[in-house]
């Protein structure tokens, strides 16, 4: 078999996840991946160690200690090199929200007034609300708005916004609802030309491949390591020299201590530790498909992304095909995902049914899925959508198989009005 023809054995990826053999979740076909995702086997027994014979604080000279420690220190080394970036580029915190809001507060020190934040109309909030509060500081906010026929972020609406005032740009990677992947690489590049800070929200692109940040040359760059198959965390990347740059936001004494100083007091201990979990199953996963081994952590990650999304590209595709064959289904984003441009996040709403409606007989089904706005809301709101009703989310992740697929294709069959 050549490497090209490789395809996920989703026998073995399941069998890392232990919801997928436990009663309570097993009844599920599971479709509600952005919001969170499943954990793997390794995380849990990650976890379990580390509050079982290491739960002290770390970092001092008794062996538990130390232990403790090297294993947070192990974590973040981990996942510095799956997304390309040093260990003192990467900050743990709580959430996205929580990380976006404490580096706005840190980045209004670069701002004089009048300087220029351009915020979209398809990102989570979490990516707007922390750059919309540098009003207070004197920015200007200006909005890049979707193109509400498609739904799509386009490029030339930023070139009219972008300008010698420009400071910073928020955007999302990709949208919890419209489920495009949008070219940060090419944004970054024109941001830059602007002299402008970048920041990326890789939420909803994280889980359906590690990004390498260093190629897209953002500045920062958030996601959510409780949908990446962790426990329920917020990674942020930033480059170096603009960390050493902000001020300290950490206890005094700490000044220079850079990642530590953006966020005040430490991550959480034991499920930073459990982070190891993530990178050894995603090790699995190379080694399950792979026999060279004498390749980068990097590396690997992009063997393990290319194989993912190939499997997500094939089961995703029929059911937005089914979605956009429907006249009275709404379909939000591309119809068809191609060379990874879209994420197997698929949200819709029904023309003659709410969509709390239509996620409650889904349910019913067996499909675990809901409505909402997924606090995107300002994307509903220039779509036309009641923000309260929401959308209806499907959203899939590489342990998603055909039969769950072929469920919610046979449900939302017996939903015709
Ligand atoms: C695209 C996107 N950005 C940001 C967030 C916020 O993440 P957190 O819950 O970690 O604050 C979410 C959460 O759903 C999201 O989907």
Redesign the pocket.
């Known amino acids: 078999m050549s490497i090209n023809n490789v395809s996920l054995d989703i026998d073995y990826v399941r069998a890392q996840f232990p919801a997928f053999s436990d009663p309570l979740s097993a009844k599920w076909s599971f479709f509600e991946n952005?919001?969170g995702s499943y954990v793997p086997h390794n995380v849990i027994d990650h976890l379990n160690h580390f509050m079982t014979s290491t739960k002290v604080q770390p970092y001092a000279e008794f062996d538990i200690s130390a232990m403790a420690g090297n294993n947070m220190d192990k974590a973040t080394k981990l996942f510095a090199e799956m997304i390309n970036a040093s260990n003192d580029e990467i900050i743990i915190g709580a959430?996205?929200?929580?990380?976006?809001y404490v580096l706005s507060n840190a980045m209004k020190h670069f701002l004089k007034p009048g300087d220029e934040v351009i915020v979209t109309n398809q990102?989570?909030?979490?990516?707007v609300g922390a750059w919309r509060r540098l009003k207070e500081h004197g920015a200007v906010i200006k909005e890049w708005k979707i193109n509400s026929e498609n739904a799509e972020l386009e490029i030339e609406e930023l070139k009219r916004l972008l300008s010698d005032r420009t400071k910073i740009v928020a955007v999302?990677h990709?949208?919890?609802i419209v489920g495009s992947v949008n070219d940060l690489k090419s944004i970054a590049k024109m941001v830059h030309e602007y002299d402008a800070y970048i920041i990326g929200?890789g939420?909803?692109y994280a889980p359906h491949g590690f990004p390498d940040v260093k190629h897209l040359d953002v500045d920062f760059y958030?996601f959510?390591l409780?949908?990446t198959y962790g426990p329920?965390l917020?990674l942020l990347y930033g480059k170096k020299e603009i960390l050493d740059q902000l001020p300290n936001q950490n206890h005094e004494f700490l000044d220079g201590d850079v990642p530590y100083t953006l966020n005040p007091g430490g991550p959480n201990h034991e499920e930073l530790s459990c982070l190891i979990g993530v990178y050894e199953y995603f090790d699995n996963l190379y080694h399950h498909h792979y026999k060279n081994n004498r390749i980068s952590v990097r590396e690997k990650i992009e063997k393990v992304n290319d194989l993912i999304s190939k499997h997500e590209e094939e089961i995703a595709n029929p059911l937005l095909a089914y979605i956009e064959s429907r006249d009275d289904i709404r379909l939000i984003g591309k119809n068809k995902i191609t060379n990874k441009n879209r994420a197997p996040t698929i949200a819709f709403t029904f023309n003659q049914k709410s969509s709390k409606f239509i996620s409650s007989e889904l349910v019913k089904n067996g499909i675990a899925t809901r409505n909402d706005n997924?606090?995107?809301w300002r994307c509903l709101k220039a779509l036309g959508i009641d923000t309260e009703d929401g959308v209806v989310r499907t959203s899939m992740v590489h342990y998603n198989t055909q039969e769950d697929i072929d469920k919610l294709i046979n449900a939302l069959k017996t939903l015709t009005f």
Do not use: P, Q
């Open positions: 952005a919001g959430s996205t929200t929580m990380n976006m990102d989570h909030e979490a990516n999302t990709c949208s919890n929200d939420v909803s958030a959510s409780y949908k329920h917020g997924f606090y995107a």
